[in-house]
Every structure is written in structure tokens, then in C-alpha cells.
């Protein structure tokens, strides 16, 4: 955990107190609703369908359980009881009235936690693996890098009104779990042959209406240089990014239309002429920085613990040990993936009652701690593998042990037009359909690792471009139609997937999908050929002739 | 509009000249880019200071050579959304040096006092009264800081090592 200090506590301090004159201002008629727009998004406020939605921040994932709690008593006290996950580790809130929203940020305020620059063209929250600090093989715990670009980025007093809105995100892994790829700036630590720790810094990386994996724009960058660096594309893309046409500021714009070579000489250019400045981060600044992170007093504990070897017995234990467990970098311990994808609910949702009860859990069994993903699922960092089984049980009882962690019912979707005054087409009910259709774990378990991405408009907060299977909902004359690809996926071999055919009606979403998956299930070469796999060998047509062939 | 220069609100000492008006023989002016580049011998020449207004949408490089020669520069915010300027103001400032009066220009408003001072503007037309009213208010509203700029406030992260220096020398 990253420890705030009296600054940063002053400073989010200053920024309630802020919002709440503008609040206040507006409230009065002094500001504009246009005025006040711009300054409402750079504190996470949207105007939603029904209401004010208040989106918050938790940085590169990571959540303490007084923290988890007091977002479970803003879900109580403003909103409607519960909040829902994004993909981008925020958290959501759909009911909040505009009066009370400063209270409820100085709520938030108290525990170190803010909505500042959730939404806007500034740049928005820095997300992370979810495993950070804990997985396996990991060069070191991104979340340092992390918070450094969360300070530097927040309040910007030169970049806090870009073309567009701006997103970071960083691994450590080789295996990666941040979707760097599909990020205006991706980074990935890694150590050069020297052994320096040190960016590939990846660019121009998007999703929206015109989908772009990032590229790199170089291979190297120092730690000690990264802000400087950051900083020398942020001023490019500030100058030079468009802004005659909202669909075209995103920085993926500007890199695709001047060409990768181009766009990094002129980075490398304005870089040369700040990179030792008071931006360039010695190793004393670094330290600083990672010792307020906090890691737990882990015991010497044994891998194949009596408790666990006991409870291999119980086939539904092992069901989900085996989905939901994955192994921790500390023998003894394991990383524990709560699904937020029950079957017939809307995917990232939680009650303010669940929340608590993560809190309770995760200062019992991993140490106060709580991570946020972008698949929209929790996980519990640092579970002693001994206490799985009574941790299991309990949060069985919560509704938080669905066993479909990574398979076709762990969907991403966004709030779609049940919420979202951009959706043309509603995201939660298909997902729901979905769970209910593939409920049977055993046949989801059959058909494997499937990432189904659903978003409700060509804004593409669902991510549909990446899914293995990605569903888009159009509007065609007043009536909801789905477009459906196949073979996107956002970790380390990002891809767009490929449109299989003309969109169909909302009432066909879920038979598609089932004729794609067993068109997989036909096809596939044997068990454990991936449907992502199977897709990249088969190309998209066996796919395209099976669902279109009776339609 | 309302000019507020050095934190307090100020009559403006500038007449802004038109690019098809003549220019006065005397006195402080601003005007445009294109009449600026036009002839800046001529301009030169003139008793009285010289502003130039820079529109957002052109490279700062090419008035550097004609820095030392500028009592003021204005940059424009069309509106308050469009932030190029404050990519400018810290060029021209921190890269070019540049000491003369740095003027915010266009929609000016209370909400970003805070990030052109740390940009580098001294002297704003703020589009409305009350904002200029509310500008010391205003400007002390934050008291941390984590971007160097050339400003001069001190970055939460410099604050911090200095306070680690002094708990160590202290022990």
C-alpha cells in the first residue's frame, strides 16, 4: 500500500474545497452548465441518463480495506447501495445528486481517495497490473512508477486541457494484465542488457471509433528519464494533437497521421531539450517514494498446507481453487480473484454489503489489502494458501465465489443505455443473457479461457474491439443491433478483432454467440487450444459460415 | 474585461492597435502576430513598448528571435478548453527565457488562475468581474504542488527530501 503524507492529504483536501465553490458557483448560476461541464468531468462528475454519476479513482488497483469501506459507505449513503467496477480501476457511482457530491468526495477525501481527472481531456487515472507486487517473475512493483505518474499527472498546470482525454497504464510482467497496448501511453518495465531498470514506452494505443494497437516509440527509456520523456510527448501532442474534430484528438490521431518515425523525432527532439531538468527522478526520489509503499510481514508457510489437502475432497472447492487461485510470488501464498460476474447480474457491480465484507475479509486473510482489475473482478493479494478453504466458504456466502474467472462469463461490459446517455444500445441484459445461457460451469469450464467484451456504443468502454468475442451495439432506425468480432484480445499480443458479419437484433446476441462457441468447440484442434487460438489459425470464416448460415 | 496584473486588478497600459489602423508614434501596444512579423524593424522603431498577441496554433520559435525586444506577449485561449497555450507560456518562459509580461487573453476564467500562474502568465483579462475579484482568493487556493515548472513553488516531492535531509541531520 501506498501511504499518503500531509501533502498528498492537502492537496485532495484543496481540490474538495475547490470543487465545492464550483459546485456552489454553479448551483448559483454564476457558472454556465457549459463552464462547469469541463470542471465537473476533471472531478469525475458525468450527466447521465437518470442522474449525476460520480466516477472515482483507485490508482494502479490497489485499495486498503478502510479505503474498500468507505467506498461501500458512499454506495450507502449517496447512492443506491451499491457501485459499479469499471475498466479502468475506478469505481462508479449512478445515483449521486450534484449538492451532496462534495460531500461525498470529502468523504473520500478522508480515507485518500479522489475522482480527480476520472473523465475530461486531462490525463486520467494511471492504471496497473492487478497482481502488482505479487505476481511471480515481475521486474519489480509497477505501482512505484505508478504513483510517481499519478503525482506528476495530477493537476498538470500544462497539460490539464489536452485535444482528448489521456491514459496511462504500466506492467511488469511479461505476461500483461494492464492492456498497455490499448493505452494512449503503455508502459513496460523491463531491465536493459546493462541491467538499468528501464520503459519501453509504447504510443498511440486506443479503442473508440478507430481502434489502434499502441506502437513503440522507444525501447528504452530510463526510470530516472521517465517524466521527462512523458512529459516531451504530452507537450507534442498538447500542440499538435488536433482539435477540430473530437474524433480525431485522441494522441492515436496525431501518431497515425504524422507516422510513428515522425511523431517520435519530434518527442525525441523536445525530449533532448528537457530531459535533465528538475523532472529527471534520481534514485533518493525513487526510494522516497518506495519506502511509503507498504508490504506485509509475510510467515514461512508451506505450500500443500493440511487445511488445503483436506479440502481437495470437496469438488466445488477445487472447482474454484482452480479457477479463481492463481500462485503468489511468496511460497505459501496465493493471489485470490473475487468474480464480480454472477450468473444473471450486471458485470462490476457490488453491493455496499459485499464491499464490507471484502474489507473484513481482506484484513482477516491478505492483510488489509484489495486490488481492482480491468476485467472488472477483485482479487485478495496475499491469501495464506492454508486459509483458501474457510476464505472460499466465506465469501460463497457473499455471492463472491463464482468459479468463472477468464471464462465466457467473466464479461466485460459498460453500463450501456441502461445508464449512459452515449450508449445507442444496452450492454448489462446481454451480458446477464450470457451468464445465464453458458450458467453450467462444467461446459464453461469445457470451452475454456473466452474474454467476451460487450460495449453499448462505438465509445468502446467495453473494450468489444479486444474481446476474443467482442459485441458492439449500433442503432439502426430506433432498433438495438449488435455488431460481432472475433479474435481481438488487449495482453501482450494485442489485436482488433475481426467484424464476422452484418449486426444482428438484440434477441439473437446470445444464440451468436453460442454458434460461435461451438463452432470452436467443432473446430478446435484439441481441449486446450484456446478459442482466441483456434480463431488466429481458422481465421474468422468457418466462424462467419456457421452463424450466418441459417440467418 | 478586466485586467489583473501582478495579483491585483490594474488599468491596462496597452492599446490594442488593429492590423489596418496606423500605429500610434508613441505609447504601449499590442498587436497582432502577422503585423508584428510584417515589419518588425518598423514596429521597433517606435517610442513606447511593444506587445504582441500570439495566436495558439503557431510555433513560439518564431518570435524568439524577438524576445528581447517585446514589453509584453498574449496568448489566446479561444476557449477556456484549448490548452496550447499553456504549453507556450512555459517555452517561452522556461526554454527561452523570456521575463517580460506574459499576458492570458480570450476565455480567462477564475478555475484556471491557478495553472497559468504556474505556466508563467503575470498579467490576465479575465472575462469576468467577479473572477477578477476572486483572483488572490483564488490563486492561495492550493498549497501543494507536484509538477516542477519554472514558478518557482517548491514540488511535494523536493518538500519531502528536504524534510528527510532535516530528520536525518537531526538525529
Given at each position: 500500500m501506498?501511504a499518503?503524507?500531509?501533502?498528498d492529504?492537502?492537496l485532495?483536501?484543496?481540490?474538495v474545497?475547490?470543487?465545492?465553490?464550483?459546485?456552489?458557483?454553479?448551483l448559483s448560476?454564476?457558472l454556465t452548465?457549459?463552464?462547469?461541464?469541463?470542471l465537473?468531468?476533471?472531478?469525475?462528475?458525468?450527466?447521465?441518463l437518470?442522474?449525476?454519476?460520480?466516477?472515482?479513482?483507485?490508482?494502479?488497483?490497489t485499495?486498503?480495506?478502510?479505503?474498500?469501506?468507505?467506498l461501500?459507505h458512499?454506495a450507502r449513503?449517496y447512492?443506491?447501495?451499491y457501485?459499479?467496477?469499471?475498466?479502468r480501476?475506478?469505481?462508479?457511482?449512478?445515483w449521486?445528486?450534484?449538492?451532496?457530491?462534495?460531500?461525498?468526495?470529502?468523504?473520500l477525501a478522508e480515507?485518500?481517495?479522489?475522482a480527480?481527472?476520472?473523465?475530461?481531456n486531462n490525463?486520467?487515472n494511471v492504471t496497473?497490473?492487478?497482481?502488482?507486487?505479487?505476481?511471480?517473475?515481475?521486474?519489480?512493483?509497477?505501482?512505484?512508477?505508478?504513483e510517481l505518474l499519478?503525482?506528476?499527472?495530477?493537476?498538470?498546470?500544462e497539460f490539464?486541457?489536452?485535444?482528448?482525454?489521456?491514459?496511462?497504464?504500466?506492467?511488469?510482467?511479461?505476461?500483461?494484465?494492464?492492456?498497455?497496448?490499448?493505452?494512449?501511453?503503455?508502459l513496460?518495465?523491463h531491465?536493459?542488457?546493462?541491467?538499468?531498470?528501464?520503459f519501453?514506452v509504447?504510443v498511440g494505443?486506443?479503442l473508440?471509433r478507430?481502434?489502434f494497437?499502441?506502437?513503440?516509440?522507444?525501447p528504452?527509456?530510463?526510470g530516472?528519464d521517465?517524466?521527462?520523456y512523458v512529459?516531451?510527448?504530452?507537450?507534442?501532442?498538447n500542440q499538435?494533437g488536433?482539435?477540430?474534430?473530437?474524433y480525431?484528438a485522441?494522441i492515436?490521431?496525431l501518431v497515425?497521421?504524422?507516422?510513428?518515425?515522425?511523431?517520435?523525432?519530434?518527442?525525441?527532439?523536445?525530449?533532448?531539450a528537457t530531459?535533465d531538468?528538475?523532472l529527471?527522478?534520481?534514485?533518493a526520489?525513487?526510494e522516497?517514494?518506495?519506502?511509503?509503499?507498504?508490504y506485509p510481514?509475510?510467515?514461512k508457510?508451506?505450500?500443500?498446507p493440511d487445511?488445503?489437502k483436506?479440502?481437495?475432497?470437496?469438488?466445488?472447492?477445487e472447482t474454484?481453487?482452480?479457477?479463481s487461485?492463481?500462485?503468489?510470488?511468496?511460497?505459501?501464498?496465493?493471489?485470490?480473484?473475487?468474480?464480480?460476474?454472477?450468473?444473471g447480474?450486471?458485470p462490476g457491480?457490488?453491493?455496499a454489503d459485499?464491499?464490507d465484507a471484502?474489507?473484513d475479509?481482506a484484513?482477516?486473510y491478505?492483510?488489509?489489502?484489495?486490488r481492482?482489475?480491468?476485467?472488472?473482478n477483485?482479487?485478495?493479494p496475499?491469501?495464506a494458501r492454508?486459509d483458501?478453504?474457510?476464505?472460499w466458504r466465506?465469501?460463497d456466502?457473499v455471492?463472491?465465489a463464482?468459479p468463472?474467472v477468464?471464462?465466457?462469463t467473466?464479461i466485460i461490459?459498460?453500463?450501456?443505455?441502461?445508464?449512459?446517455s452515449l450508449?445507442?444500445?444496452?450492454s448489462?441484459?446481454?451480458?446477464q443473457?450470457?451468464t445465464?445461457?453458458f450458467?453450467?460451469h462444467d461446459?464453461?469450464?469445457?470451452?475454456?479461457?473466452?474474454?467476451?467484451?460487450i460495449s453499448?456504443?462505438i465509445?468502446?468502454c467495453?473494450?468489444h474491439?479486444?474481446?476474443h468475442i467482442?459485441?458492439?451495439?449500433?442503432?439502426?432506425?430506433?432498433?438495438?443491433?449488435?455488431?460481432i468480432?472475433?479474435?481481438g484480445r488487449a495482453?501482450?499480443?494485442?489485436a482488433?478483432?475481426?467484424?464476422?458479419?452484418?449486426a444482428?437484433?438484440?434477441?439473437?446476441?446470445?444464440?451468436?454467440?453460442?454458434?460461435?462457441v461451438?463452432?470452436?468447440?467443432a473446430?478446435?484442434?484439441?481441449?486446450?487450444?484456446?478459442?482466441?487460438?483456434?480463431v488466429?489459425r481458422?481465421?474468422?470464416?468457418?466462424?462467419r459460415e456457421r452463424?450466418?448460415?441459417t440467418r | 474585461?478586466p485586467?489583473?496584473?501582478n495579483?491585483?486588478?490594474?488599468?491596462d497600459?496597452?492599446?490594442?492597435v488593429a492590423d489596418?489602423?496606423?500605429l500610434p508614434?508613441?505609447?504601449?501596444?499590442?498587436i497582432?502576430?502577422?503585423?508584428?512579423?510584417?515589419?518588425?524593424e518598423a514596429v521597433?522603431?517606435?517610442?513606447?513598448?511593444?506587445?504582441?498577441?500570439w495566436?495558439n496554433?503557431?510555433?513560439v520559435d518564431d518570435?524568439?528571435?524577438?524576445?528581447d525586444?517585446?514589453?509584453?506577449?498574449?496568448?489566446?485561449f479561444p476557449?477556456?478548453?484549448?490548452?496550447?497555450a499553456?504549453s507556450?507560456?512555459?517555452?517561452?518562459?522556461?526554454r527561452?527565457g523570456y521575463?517580460?509580461?506574459l499576458?492570458?487573453?480570450?476565455q480567462?476564467?477564475?478555475d484556471?488562475?491557478m495553472?497559468?500562474l504556474?505556466?508563467?502568465?503575470?498579467?490576465?483579462?479575465?472575462?469576468?468581474?467577479?473572477?477578477?475579484?476572486?483572483f488572490?482568493?483564488t490563486?492561495k487556493?492550493?498549497?501543494?504542488?507536484?509538477?516542477?515548472?519554472?514558478d518557482g513553488r517548491?514540488t511535494?516531492?523536493?518538500?519531502?527530501?528536504?524534510?528527510?535531509?532535516?530528520?536525518?541531520?537531526?538525529?
Amino acid at each position: 500500500m501506498y501511504a499518503y503524507d500531509e501533502l498528498d492529504r492537502t492537496l485532495i483536501n484543496e481540490r474538495v474545497s475547490e470543487f465545492r465553490d464550483q459546485v456552489k458557483r454553479r448551483l448559483s448560476g454564476e457558472l454556465t452548465e457549459d463552464e462547469f461541464k469541463m470542471l465537473r468531468l476533471q472531478n469525475g462528475v458525468y450527466l447521465q441518463l437518470h442522474a449525476y454519476m460520480l466516477r472515482v479513482a483507485i490508482p494502479y488497483g490497489t485499495l486498503s480495506s478502510k479505503q474498500l469501506r468507505r467506498l461501500a459507505h458512499v454506495a450507502r449513503r449517496y447512492d443506491r447501495g451499491y457501485g459499479h467496477f469499471t475498466t479502468r480501476q475506478n469505481i462508479q457511482f449512478n445515483w449521486i445528486k450534484l449538492a451532496e457530491l462534495p460531500d461525498a468526495l470529502a468523504d473520500l477525501a478522508e480515507v485518500g481517495i479522489h475522482a480527480m481527472q476520472t473523465s475530461g481531456n486531462n490525463t486520467r487515472n494511471v492504471t496497473s497490473d492487478q497482481w502488482a507486487g505479487v505476481a511471480p517473475g515481475e521486474i519489480e512493483d509497477p505501482r512505484i512508477w505508478s504513483e510517481l505518474l499519478r503525482q506528476y499527472t495530477t493537476l498538470h498546470p500544462e497539460f490539464s486541457f489536452l485535444p482528448r482525454k489521456f491514459k496511462f497504464a504500466i506492467t511488469a510482467s511479461a505476461h500483461d494484465r494492464a492492456a498497455i497496448k490499448v493505452h494512449d501511453i503503455g508502459l513496460r518495465l523491463h531491465k536493459n542488457a546493462e541491467g538499468e531498470t528501464g520503459f519501453e514506452v509504447l504510443v498511440g494505443g486506443g479503442l473508440g471509433r478507430t481502434p489502434f494497437i499502441g506502437k513503440t516509440i522507444k525501447p528504452f527509456v530510463p526510470g530516472r528519464d521517465l517524466l521527462s520523456y512523458v512529459e516531451a510527448i504530452l507537450r507534442v501532442y498538447n500542440q499538435y494533437g488536433r482539435r477540430d474534430n473530437i474524433y480525431k484528438a485522441r494522441i492515436k490521431i496525431l501518431v497515425h497521421e504524422l507516422g510513428i518515425e515522425k511523431f517520435a523525432q519530434e518527442v525525441e527532439q523536445e525530449w533532448l531539450a528537457t530531459r535533465d531538468s528538475a523532472l529527471t527522478l534520481d534514485d533518493a526520489v525513487v526510494e522516497e517514494i518506495r519506502s511509503r509503499f507498504t508490504y506485509p510481514a509475510y510467515e514461512k508457510l508451506p505450500h500443500m498446507p493440511d487445511e488445503l489437502k483436506k479440502a481437495a475432497h470437496d469438488p466445488d472447492f477445487e472447482t474454484w481453487r482452480k479457477n479463481s487461485v492463481a500462485p503468489h510470488k511468496v511460497p505459501g501464498y496465493a493471489i485470490v480473484t473475487l468474480s464480480l460476474k454472477p450468473v444473471g447480474g450486471p458485470p462490476g457491480d457490488a453491493t455496499a454489503d459485499q464491499m464490507d465484507a471484502v474489507a473484513d475479509l481482506a484484513d482477516k486473510y491478505s492483510f488489509g489489502e484489495i486490488r481492482v482489475g480491468h476485467e472488472q473482478n477483485l482479487a485478495l493479494p496475499h491469501v495464506a494458501r492454508r486459509d483458501l478453504p474457510v476464505l472460499w466458504r466465506a465469501l460463497d456466502k457473499v455471492g463472491l465465489a463464482t468459479p468463472n474467472v477468464n471464462l465466457v462469463t467473466d464479461i466485460i461490459a459498460c453500463p450501456g443505455l441502461d445508464y449512459c446517455s452515449l450508449a445507442n444500445a444496452r450492454s448489462i441484459p446481454i451480458a446477464q443473457e450470457l451468464t445465464r445461457r453458458f450458467a453450467n460451469h462444467d461446459t464453461a469450464n469445457l470451452i475454456g479461457r473466452l474474454h467476451v467484451n460487450i460495449s453499448g456504443c462505438i465509445n468502446a468502454c467495453g473494450h468489444h474491439h479486444v474481446g476474443h468475442i467482442g459485441i458492439l451495439g449500433v442503432e439502426k432506425n430506433g432498433e438495438e443491433f449488435y455488431q460481432i468480432t472475433i479474435g481481438g484480445r488487449a495482453d501482450e499480443h494485442a489485436a482488433v478483432g475481426t467484424l464476422i458479419g452484418p449486426a444482428v437484433p438484440y434477441g439473437e446476441v446470445a444464440d451468436v454467440v453460442e454458434d460461435i462457441v461451438e463452432a470452436y468447440l467443432a473446430l478446435r484442434e484439441r481441449p486446450d487450444e484456446l478459442f482466441i487460438d483456434a480463431v488466429k489459425r481458422l481465421g474468422v470464416e468457418p466462424f462467419r459460415e456457421r452463424v450466418y448460415a441459417t440467418r | 474585461m478586466p485586467l489583473v496584473k501582478n495579483g491585483k486588478i490594474a488599468t491596462d497600459t496597452f492599446v490594442r492597435v488593429a492590423d489596418d489602423d496606423p500605429l500610434p508614434g508613441d505609447g504601449a501596444i499590442l498587436i497582432s502576430a502577422a503585423r508584428f512579423l510584417e515589419d518588425t524593424e518598423a514596429v521597433s522603431r517606435r517610442l513606447g513598448k511593444t506587445g504582441v498577441i500570439w495566436p495558439n496554433n503557431r510555433d513560439v520559435d518564431d518570435l524568439v528571435p524577438y524576445l528581447d525586444r517585446l514589453a509584453a506577449v498574449a496568448l489566446v485561449f479561444p476557449t477556456f478548453r484549448d490548452g496550447r497555450a499553456y504549453s507556450q507560456a512555459r517555452l517561452l518562459r522556461e526554454r527561452h527565457g523570456y521575463r517580460g509580461e506574459l499576458r492570458a487573453t480570450g476565455q480567462v476564467l477564475r478555475d484556471q488562475f491557478m495553472f497559468m500562474l504556474r505556466a508563467g502568465f503575470d498579467a490576465f483579462e479575465v472575462k469576468k468581474e467577479s473572477d477578477a475579484v476572486a483572483f488572490t482568493s483564488t490563486a492561495k487556493r492550493y498549497s501543494v504542488f507536484y509538477q516542477p515548472t519554472g514558478d518557482g513553488r517548491v514540488t511535494a516531492l523536493h518538500r519531502r527530501m528536504q524534510q528527510r535531509h532535516s530528520e536525518s541531520a537531526g538525529r
